[in-house]
């Protein structure tokens, strides 16, 4: 039971071992052991799979796996959301990384068969 005490018009704290000092919130150690830890977002390139920190810095490179040839065009910021697994919109091969992915040769590209690479699916 706590007890509270007025004297000479203060207000005094509980005399007990889980009481709180003025003016300190109280926390929840659940509420931070599941609050999410601030990760940096990564920003990745559709054609190669190549990772920035930011979209100015990915889209001011050339990219080495660009479709007008290697270092002839820009990286491109791939839209999609970041996954465990990616899949090629043209014939449906997985892959666990980006740049995995678009490294091979796609037997489906609308080029023709092997005269493109993998492309990522949104």
Do not use: D, W
Request: with cysteine.
């Amino acid at each position: 039971m706590f007890r509270h005490l007025f004297l000479l018009g203060i207000f005094l704290l509980p005399l007990h071992s889980n009481a709180n000092p003025i003016n300190q919130p109280v926390t929840n150690q659940k509420q931070q052991l599941n609050q999410p830890k601030n990760t940096m977002t990564q920003y990745s390139c559709e054609y190669c799979g190549t990772k920035s920190s930011s979209i100015s810095s990915l889209t001011a490179a050339a990219c080495p796996r660009h479709p007008n040839g290697p270092l002839k065009g820009k990286h491109k910021l791939y839209e999609g959301s970041q996954k465990a697994s990616y899949s090629c919109k043209y014939c449906g091969t997985s892959s666990s990384s980006l740049s995995s992915l678009t490294a091979a040769a796609c037997p489906r590209h609308p080029s023709g068969p092997l005269k493109g690479k993998h492309a990522p699916a949104l």
